[in-house]
């Protein structure tokens, strides 16, 4: 598989077919594969040799993907930040990365960096730029494809690195996830995740290699039920790709069901724990389509494992009173369970979840310190493949791999993955809070929210005004995501008697 010339076939076969539909505008394959070629002839016109990662800001636009695909036919990494993003956490990344050149799509960028060049700009270089483009200098084998900043414990983001080999491997095993390839060609993807969420590679990706339409869903549309049901109806979605609580927030409304979309066939999960009552609601209300229930980190390129969730699983897992299976690994994977010395655990028993293969990530963008720390080389099958510890836990059965949430400080919620210390970190930087411990709720088997428990000043205020000025001031620090729901304020934080913050404390005080 290698998607570039994907794209290219389709654009050859099918250039008229629409490969990107926005909400103002859509791109044919022919435009994606013409316009993203003269882009890539620019930057490699101005820029030459050059290999450091591209930043290209935006949110949703089709002009977006042109900027990606542009940057790997030039042999370079993107780096995708999403308009939702708090600028200061922007510009630590562009910090991380020291850009000379970002693509601003939708938005304005005002951090010292390199060439900025604005939509207009972009869609001038797509539409007309006449310098020959080479095939020659696309990303290869094993240079970055791309680069998805994800939250760190220090409270700074860190790039995982994602290659073209890396890529390819996983899209090979992708799209024939629920269906063939072949059934996929020419059907409706949804799009929900912002692209700078790598739970977006699997409908952006897997849609271009199968020759389908992609149907990107703006942040705005998501809060408006009316407005998003009519989006999904006139966009007739086959292929829906999104995080299990999104799917919660439209199964809440009645009108979610086989009458709205009579042609969804597949659903698609990721980033998040799929519950019984949802994976039930779902096959009651859309007979005949297909859950696929997924599980993988960014570190290891979207998903590593699936199992499609039946009437006969579901029924069986009700009556065991177990959590849903996340599957079995894709080819040229192994999932292992380590101990905390690094030994391979027995069938059942319970540890870390490892992951070893031909989609596991080189490392954290120059953080050999971080990349040191949980990738390794194992060799299987009498060849070396990458490592990645996930700080998962979990355990295996009949050949199933079951996850048991995390064994450090990390948690998911809506499908993004947060360092709790990240959190912790960057609430401490507010001149009113002296110490803040954050603790997850958790609500059928998953995160549902995050309450903080901060020691400071209140200076007069009431609770309420206090709670409500902490979280104006986060909003320029952290993605709305990452704001905890509730905020508590205590006299002074409780210890265990190692001399940490006693988090198992904490957590039971949470209603």
Known sequence: MNILEKIREMAKASGERIAIQGSR????????????????????????????????????????????????????AYCPQDISIPVSRVHETIGSVEPDLVFTVEGELEAAVGRQVNVEEIREIACSFQGAYSREWQVKGEEDYYIIFTSGSTGKPKGVRITSDCLNHYLE???GLGSSSEEKRGAHFLNQAPFSFDL?????????ACGGTLFTMEKELQSDYGAMYSFMENADIHVWVSTPSFADVCLSDKKFNRDLLPNLGTFLFCGEVLTTATAERLLERFEGARIINTYGPTESTVAVTEVEITKELLNQTIREGKSLPVGREKPQTWIEIWDENGQCLPEGGQGEIVIIGNTVSPGYYHRPDLTEKVFAVCTRNGKDWRAYRTGDAGYKKDGWLYYNGRIDLQVKLHGYRIEIEDIENNMARLPQISHAVVVPTIKEGKVNSLTAFVTGEIKGKTLHEFTREVKMELRELLPSYMI??????????????HGKADRKYLGGLVS
């Open 200 to 208: 977006s590679v699997m409908d952006l990706y897997t849609c271009l």
């Open 25 to 76: 505008e859509a791109l044919t394959y022919m435009q994606l594969e013409e316009y993203s070629n003269r882009l890539a002839a620019w930057i490699h016109g101005n820029y030459g040799e050059s290999k450091k990662p591209v930043i290209v800001y935006g949110h949703k636009s089709p002009y977006m993907i042109v900027c990606f695909l542009a940057c790997v036919k030039a042999g370079r």
């Open 484 to 497: 905890p729901k509730k905020i508590k304020y205590i006299d002074e934080i409780p210890m265990t008697n």
């Open 173 to 175: 095993w992708s799209i």
